[in-house]
């Protein structure tokens, strides 16, 4: 359409010869001539012109299946040193192999999947050597996703091949779907198919364990078992309820029941009567008999002879103290707190913040979760989001209690949990002064780029992690700054206010490892930058993975003139490779702390301990007098007063939202007891402690009442008995049904219901139920794994909230652990349909990757707009000139004649002086 624009060129060059009339004709059509050119100029820049061309460049992109069928089935032989050799170490030969036959303009990516995908290496021209495609991501397998993903990573100027290493076993997608349109494409991708083959005999799973996501208390319910065996198979199927062992008729003592069976599925019922409790987790373990070889009997692995399920009650939970005071000790000052909520009526358990619950399953068993004096170092990010989630969508009751090492001295400042507290972390400008100025020095030399762990995350986007929580974690009043540094050094942050944490942090987690290691300077310019600023502590973290260039003498002697200066150094050795003794003395020279860290993966956890460390300034200690306030709390309510004084607090300020109710505070304002409600559930915040600061409260009657209206406000009440939820396997999916009734059983419709499907992995999706039938409401979400999922449902009747609906189901194993045989047909079908081939894994040699006789090529278009627009202002600009200097006045017929006569003269004059010079000498 914008061509059409030149089409303009023919009105505005008769509008220009009327209007240049007083031109010369030569000039008057030089300016038509440009105008229009300059204006064909545009239209074709406007219409995005390219140059077109046709290649044969090929790029071939071999998609490699890593997921844990592939893993743990395929017999793929032995290596040189006689270990079963790996999937993905018989892939890389593979491609290795068959990349032998490559040209020089042929191209080589690497691309591998399991439920997650990542390229391992783009496409290039070099030849595909030490590859690394031993990496775990997620459960599952998703072919069809990693297949659209290769095709996307294909330079656009060359023919494009897919070879898909694969055993076909997908759990998620559809990879069929995605070779019909890769094929239909305007540039048709042909896919290539290596099976991965195995079929896996002798061998016995527990395919699913069934309980009923909800029960009601003391009742008895049906465990349903189902086996499956290749081949024939006996022995002992035992079932277990919170651990111990569930006795049956005829097993008194839990034994476990004798069975035979084979081929084929078996199924086995329990009835379990239910103890009293929330929660009500089965365990079913398949034990195979021993032959007389001395083998198990039709069964070879045993990571698949279990399964669990669970069963939820309405019967109220009973209370978790997180206890950061004592670590859990029975007999420790954090036990104070526990036993005032053991009479107030919860039963009560008490764990060391190192055993806290990390899945949805285990905090679903308490109504009441109380963190008491626990730092954000001890409780790794999954945690910290499990808790603001099992308070937000779960309905559960959450207190954080203070002490030195909470709230905001305790790096809690930029957590999930920070976003459920009725108290912001962040201190008025008035109450401090900037407390801490940290530099953070972080390596980013080459090896920083090694994976952890054989995962997709390598250690610099783990310390970039660590270092960007530990930026969230600081006050806007703390001065902060980042360098980072491989063969030479940059600064990533500038020191200054922390007043944007959020880019700041972003700027640290796009830091790239290469280069060598060198960090002696950058330790010399973070304390200059710190010598110039006014805070109560001055501190640098140095973390490095490698041996620095240059003498260690110069870092300890630069860490102890910092010393001498206010200054301390805390370092960090990361990895075998590190130089732990220079490190180690770097820190002692600098009066800081020194960390070995062997697993990079706890590295926010370390960062987040030395910021704790100069955030000390947040505490106030010494007596001071509790105002209760005329807020109506029902935590304060009846209180009797005066409240005995208080030892110490840690500062925070009311969080100015709807809701919040500060039913206590010290006498300048700072809240000492908030609370408010936040989505399902509700959260207070007591910033002093219960043992320490609060000894004067321990003999004081209301310490006692206030502990039990806490219990009874702040823990999650009873479930509502009207709700009944399902959930059901179908596949990689999961069937959530819940049917809803009033209180005269008659269905209610019309009813909104948001949910949220908590994954084993911590992982959350939202989902929404649809109404299906009268009363009764359903929604599908995908579940690839192997675990527990935990569903919450939040149903609404036009405004009204409603009770919260809790259950779930458990897999056994993961759908592509259930499949003992590759899926050779799925993966024809993928060849057939995109005009691929089926090649063999065990001769990579006979690939023909590069042969182009089943390969169209494609036509290349490189943009040219650029150049258009370039030419465009030069003839711009001479238009301009055209139409403002009268260039044609100098060649007219008079002009022409005296320039002609000037030059004769000039022709003549040098014609004569040889022959005067001649004369005169």
């Known amino acids: 359409m914008w061509l059409l624009v030149a089409l303009l060129a023919l009105p505005m060059a008769l509008l220009a010869l009327r209007w240049l009339h007083a031109m010369s004709r030569s000039r008057a059509w030089s300016a038509i001539v440009l105008r229009a050119l300059v204006l064909a100029l545009i239209a ?37 040193d006689g270990r079963r050799m790996s999937a993905p170490e018989a892939a890389r030969r593979w491609i290795e192999r068959a990349s032998e036959q490559m040209g020089p303009d042929d191209m080589v990516g690497v691309v591998i999947f399991d439920g997650s995908r990542l390229a391992v290496r783009a496409p290039s021209r070099s030849a595909p050597t030490d590859l690394n495609l031993d990496v775990r991501m997620t459960e599952g397998a998703n072919i069809e996703e990693a297949l659209r993903f290769a095709a996307a990573i294909a330079p656009p100027d060359t023919t494009r091949r897919l070879v898909l290493l694969s055993d076909g076993g997908q759990t998620a997608g559809d990879a069929l779907r995605a070779a019909q349109e890769l094929a239909r494409a305007g540039s048709p991708t042909p896919i290539d198919v290596a099976p991965i083959r195995y079929e896996v005999r002798q061998e016995t799973i527990v395919e699913s364990v069934d309980a009923p996501p909800q029960s009601t208390e003391a009742s008895t319910v049906t465990v349903r078992v189902e086996l499956r065996a290749t081949d024939e198979a006996s022995g002992v199927l035992r079932l277990l309820l919170d651990g111990r062992p569930v006795a049956t008729e005829g097993d008194a003592e839990g034994r476990g029941r004798p069975v035979a069976f084979g081929p084929g599925r078996r199924v086995e019922l329990f009835r379990v009567p239910l103890p009293p409790g929330r929660v009500h987790r089965f365990e079913a373990i398949y034990e195979p008999d021993i032959g007389p070889d001395g083998a198990p009997i039709g069964d070879t692995i045993a990571a698949n002879n279990r399964g669990e399920a669970f ?74 989001s499990l808790l603001a989630a099992y308070v937000h969508d779960m309905g559960g009751g959450l207190v954080m209690t203070g002490g030195r090492d909470s709230f905001g001295a305790g790096g809690w400042k930029g957590t999930p949990v920070e976003r459920v507290l009725p108290v912001l972390l962040d201190l008025p400008e008035q109450l401090v002064q900037p407390s801490a100025a940290i530099m953070i020095v972080i390596d980013s030399s080459g090896s920083m780029s090694w994976r952890v762990m054989g995962g997709a995350r390598t250690q610099q986007d783990v310390a970039n992690e660590g270092a ?47 280069g060598g290691t060198n960090m002696y300077p950058p330790l010399r310019v973070a304390g200059d930058m710190l010598d110039g600023v006014d805070a109560q502590v001055k501190h640098v973290i140095l973390l490095s993975d490698g041996v620095s260039v240059g003498s260690p003498s110069q870092g300890f002697r630069y860490a102890s003139e910092m010393l001498a200066r206010g200054i301390t150094v805390s370092s960090i050795a990361v990895g075998d490779m590190a130089d732990a003794e220079t490190l180690a003395e770097i820190a002692r020279q600098g009066g800081g702390e020194f960390y070995r860290v062997h697993d990079p993966t706890i590295l926010p956890r370390i960062f987040l301990r030395e910021i704790d460390i100069v955030r000390k300034p947040l505490i106030r200690e010494g007596l001071f007098s509790p ?107 999961l069937l959530v049904r819940m049917d809803a009734t009033d209180d005269e059983g008659r269905p209610l419709d019309l009813l909104t219901v948001p949910g949220v ?165």
């Not at 987690?509 to 290469?514: E, F, L, P, T, W």
């Open 44 to 80: 074709g820049a406007l219409a995005g012109a390219a140059a077109v061309r046709t290649t044969e460049r090929l790029a071939v992109i071999a998609v490699v299946d890593v997921s844990e069928s592939v893993r743990r089935f395929a017999e793929l032989g032995l290596t040189e």
């Open 311 to 384: 069963t939820i009650t309405p019967g109220r939970g009973a209370a978790l103290v997180i206890d950061g005071v004592s670590g859990g000790d029975p007999a420790g000052a954090g036990r104070v707190l526990a036993r005032a909520l053991e009479r107030a009526g919860l039963e009560v358990d008490v764990v060391s913040p190192a055993a806290a619950p990390g899945d949805a399953l285990s905090l679903e068993a308490y109504d009441l979760v109380v963190l008491q004096n626990v730092s954000a170092a001890e409780l790794d990010r999954r945690t910290q």
């Open 468 to 514: 960007a929580l530990a930026i969230l974690s600081m006050d806007k009043q703390d001065l902060v700054g980042v360098i980072e540094f491989n063969t030479t050094s940059s600064v990533v942050v500038p020191l200054g206010p922390n007043t944007n944490p959020e880019r700041s942090a972003a700027r640290v987690r796009s830091i790239a490892s290469g």
């Open 627 to 733: 105002v209760i306030t005329p807020s109506g709390s029902a935590l304060t309510l009846g209180l009797p007063r005066p409240a005995p004084p208080l030892g110490g607090l840690v500062l925070t300020q009311a969080r100015p939202a709807p809701g919040v109710v500060v039913a206590m505070q010290t006498p300048g304002g700072e809240p000492v007891l908030a609370h408010w409600s936040v989505g399902l559930g509700r959260v207070a915040a007591y910033t002093s402690d219960a043992h320490r600061w609060g000894e004067q409260w321990l003999g004081w009657e209301g310490f006692q009442q206030i502990w039990t209206a806490v219990a009874r406000t702040i823990a999650r009440p009873p479930a509502s008995r009207d709700f009944a939820l399902s959930v059901e396997e179908e596949g990689d999916e």
């Open 757 to 921: 499907v908590y994954a084993p992995d911590g992982t959350r999706q939202t989902i929404r139920l649809s109404q299906t039938g009268p009363g009764s409401y359903a929604a599908r979400v995908r579940a690839p794994g192997a675990g527990n999922y935990v569903v919450t449902l939040a149903p609404r009747l036009g405004d009204q909230a409603l009770s919260p609906v809790v259950g779930g189901v458990s897999r056994a194993t993961s759908p592509g652990l259930r499949r003992l045989r590759s899926n050779e047909a799925l993966l024809e079908r993928v060849a057939e349909a995109s005009g691929g081939r089926v090649l063999r894994f065990d001769r990579p040699e006979e690939a023909t990757l590069f042969d182009r006789s089943n390969v169209r090529p494609v036509r290349a278009s490189t943009p040219v707009w650029p150049l258009l627009v370039a030419w465009c202002l030069a003839f711009f600009l001479l238009d301009v000139g055209t139409r403002r200097v009268a260039w044609d006045r100098l060649i007219t017929r008079e002009v022409a004649g005296e320039l002609a006569r000037m030059a004769s003269a000039a022709a003549k004059g040098r014609g004569g002086n040889p022959a005067a010079t001649s004369g005169a000498l």
